[in-house]
């Protein structure tokens, strides 16, 4: 499923209103792990999700208590693909307050409940604490830690796509009008609060100066003559007054700059590309990605670098010459051998795992074969 929504449209939103999407496309039963980053963290939207009969992962957003040391455990753990991992754990239940129907706007607190997840902490090997949320409860810790990272596949995807499958590439000139009265961020809010930011170092610097006036002035008075008296720097004292009127001004203008304003104040005229192409376009990526991906699982056991370069050696594998012979009900592919031995072994190996699935050429009652030229049809 893939959903195009509006430009810094909010990931928390977007989640509670497509919950009833996400049911009928998936049946009322089956159970559903919605997963996905701190860019949707709300215990509102959390509550929705579990109300809804959807589970949910996700990391915790906010000031948190580190776990001890003494309260993680080492935890081998073998993914569904057959590799190893290995984690240090620790774990324990998080109250978190959810506003009730006023209480998002502070109006209502009595309105407010509390949920309690499980909160899974993944401590690196630097020492650094990560935490994970989720209302699973039959699931281990280790699984929970594990399907968390792997949601980090998507990245790794969009990241991989762009460079070699031309995801960013404009499959379609045409366009249609944006929609005018949506709300956008207003620019001028980010410059509004770069002007705090420096008003308040201007603040911390006139404190600084300040305190340097009043030191020397101090040290002036302890000298023999100045009878323990001194004049403290009137310029310092009339910055302070400066700095800290301007600091109160640049916040009262950052609070009057509304956050938001409708697009066609911010970007006038503004244009969508044309998005049915595109999530063609995207799809059939996404399928050449994933196919990519099952031969690279399949050629990491016969490649030394297989973790490393699978996929390097993969594209190789695609551009190479060969020829194709048909022998009986066999369609039989014959590809050059690659820039290395090593690497030609290692694809001749890949040949006979594809070879050995026997699938019949669409449209035809061929069946399939593969080898590289040079090498056995058995490895």
Not at 273 to 280: A, V
Not at 305 to 312: M, N
Request: proline content about 7%; aromatic content about 6%.
């Amino acid at each position: 499923m893939v959903i195009t929504a509006a430009p810094s449209q909010s990931l928390a939103a977007e989640l509670a209103r497509l919950l009833p999407d996400l049911r009928a496309l998936i049946g009322p039963d089956r159970r559903c792990t919605v997963v996905f980053d701190r860019g949707g963290y709300s215990p509102a939207v959390f509550t929705s999700i579990i109300t809804a009969g959807f589970d949910v992962l996700t990391y915790f957003k906010g000031a948190w208590a580190r776990s001890p040391l003494d309260t993680f455990q080492a935890v081998d753990f073998t993914a569904p693909d057959g590799t190893a991992q290995a984690y240090e754990l620790a774990e324990r239940p998080i109250d978190l307050p959810v506003p009730g129907q006023h209480g998002a706007a502070g109006k209502d607190p009595s309105a407010a409940s509390t949920l309690t997840l499980r909160l899974i902490v993944r401590r690196s090997p630097d020492g650094h604490q990560t935490p994970i949320l989720t209302n699973r409860t039959d699931l281990s810790a280790a699984q929970i830690a594990y399907r968390m990272a792997a949601r980090w596949r998507q990245e790794n995807y969009f990241k991989y796509a762009r460079e070699h499958f031309a995801l960013d590439a404009l499959d379609s000139y045409a366009d249609h009008p944006d929609d005018l009265d949506r709300l956008v961020p207003n620019p001028a809010k980010a410059r509004a609060a770069d002007q705090v930011n420096g008003a308040r170092t201007d603040l911390i610097g006139a404190h600084a100066d300040m305190a340097h006036a009043l030191d020397t002035a101090a040290i002036k008075a302890g000298r023999r003559g100045n009878g323990g008296k001194a004049t403290v720097d009137p310029a310092a004292g009339q910055a302070l007054g400066v700095a800290r009127d301007d600091l109160a001004a640049a916040k009262a203008a950052s609070r009057n700059t509304p956050s938001h304003l409708p697009l066609g104040q911010v970007r006038p005229g503004s244009r969508l590309l044309e998005t049915e192409r595109k999530l063609l376009t995207h799809a059939i990526r996404m399928s050449a990605y994933n196919s990519e991906s099952a031969l690279a699982r399949l050629l990491r056991p016969h490649y030394s670098r297989g973790d490393d370069e699978a996929r390097a050696l993969l594209r190789e594998a695609f551009t190479l010459p060969g020829d194709l012979q048909i022998s009986g009900n066999t369609l039989h592919v014959r590809l050059d051998p690659a820039s290395a031995p090593r690497r030609s072994k290692a694809l001749a190996a890949l040949c006979v795992e594809l070879t050995d699935t026997a699938t019949p050429y669409p449209g035809t009652d061929l069946t399939l074969a593969y080898s590289i030229k040079g090498h056995p049809a058995t490895v």
